[in-house]
């Protein structure tokens, strides 16, 4: 499967920028008091005594976050998170039992078909989509094609390793009884989308 050998074989490390305040004194020879962020700061000399107020601001609280890119939109659903191009709709099957997966369509589809879901009888055209349904008796087949043990972002998988000869990633994630499988029409885009996931 080809899929990006970084983000497959590498657990993704996010770097943290942690923001420090430098004070610098000099100047005066006799003994000096810190001070806290917000009061003052008092110098006393023997011979001459003078007073210097600073007011200290303290380093503001930041949260580090992960930015998704403007054009995508990060999709959460039973213990992964994944990253799709914003403009896809997002169906969740559960709550849409008619719904049908179509590959004709750009679209995320979460869950599994209902029993009698309202699908064309002639669809034109092969698009990207992606679908992640919970495995069992329904979708097991959905993982047939994944045989090769690959670790993505930190998470033990197995993977097609003929994706663009199938025509689709398919992805299993054991620990967590999920099945991905995204199919494949702009290579690029789909690349991204399989690279971009791993555990909420």
């Not at 000099?26 to 011979?47: D, E, F, I, K, Y």
């Not at 896809?88 to 099957?93: D, G, I, Q, R, S």
Request: aromatic letters at 4%; glycine letters at 6%; one cysteine or more.
């Amino acid at each position: 499967m080809n899929l990006p050998r970084c983000r497959l074989r590498c657990s993704a490390v996010v770097a943290t920028a942690i923001a420090g305040v430098v004070f610098a004194a000099c100047g005066s020879s006799g003994p000096s008091v810190g001070a806290r962020p917000g009061q003052s700061a008092t110098t006393t000399s023997s011979s001459v005594t003078s007073t210097t107020t600073t007011v200290v601001s303290a380093p503001s609280a930041t949260t580090p976050t992960t930015a998704v890119p403007a054009n995508l939109q990060q999709i959460s659903f039973q213990g992964v998170v994944f990253e799709a191009p914003k403009a896809w709709p997002v169906y969740t099957l559960s709550a849409d039992p008619t719904r049908c997966v179509r590959y004709d369509v750009n679209a995320v589809y979460l869950g599994q078909e209902g029993p009698t879901p309202s699908c064309p009888a002639n669809p034109i055209g092969h698009l990207d989509t992606v679908q992640v349904a919970p495995i069992n008796a329904q979708t097991q087949s959905l993982t047939t094609p994944a045989t090769q043990a690959e670790t993505l972002n930190g998470l033990s998988v197995r993977v097609d390793p003929n994706a663009t000869t199938d025509g689709a990633f398919t992805i299993v994630f054991p620990s967590l009884q999920l099945v991905a499988v995204v199919t494949t029409h702009n290579l690029a885009t789909d690349e991204q989308i399989v690279a971009s996931f791993q555990h909420a």
